[in-house]
């Protein structure tokens, strides 16, 4: 699968909907079995991931 190119603002906001969307995954379908703070640095883990290697902007030679 190919990423698309994300700037740092694009990784943050990707990141943050991913540790949300962790959370609530995590509410509906595990809460009964693994508790929530679990599921939080699950979370975190995924954002840090996202952020760290999400693929950058790629710089662009200017012809002149």
């Known amino acids: 699968m190919i990423l698309p190119q994300m700037t740092l603002g694009d990784r943050i906001t990707w990141g943050i909907f991913s540790f949300i969307g962790t ?3 995590w509410l509906g ?3 009964e079995y693994v508790p929530l703070w679990v599921g939080a640095i699950v979370g975190v883990i995924i954002f840090i991931a996202i952020f760290k290697y ?3 902007v790629k710089e662009e030679e200017e012809e002149e």
Request: proline share 22%; aromatic share 12%; hydrophobic share 55%.
């Open 23 to 25: 959370i609530f995954l």
């Open 29 to 31: 379908l595990l809460e």
């Open 54 to 56: 999400g693929p950058p």
